[in-house]
């Protein structure tokens, strides 16, 4: 009996570690600075620049113009794992050669 509480308590224990990284994660925000473009933000916040695209999606409600940044805008770090395919879209069927 003393085993099952203390698994028990370890998973409650999980769970709660889990929610909290989530929340953490989900509230993950970039102030702007200076020349900074979203390419680099990008490069720095989720270790790619090429996903530039999943931050202007995910701040379409303050970046009209993706080349355009202001200082101080806080724009949110999307979570990688949460976010859809760049793309979006199905794969093209190519028609076969005989």
Known sequence: MRRVGRTLALLAGATALLAATAAA??????????GESLWR??????????????????????IKDPSLLYPGQR???????????????????FPKLD
Do not use: C, F, M
């Open 25 to 34: 994660r989900a509230d993950a925000v970039h102030v702007v600075q200076p």
């Open 41 to 62: 933000i990008a490069a720095t916040a989720i270790g790619d620049p090429a996903l530039w695209p999943l931050l202007y999606r995910a701040n379409r409600d303050q």
């Open 75 to 93: 724009l949110t770090i999307p979570d990688l794992d949460e976010t859809p395919a760049v793309s979006g879209g199905p794969v093209p069927k």
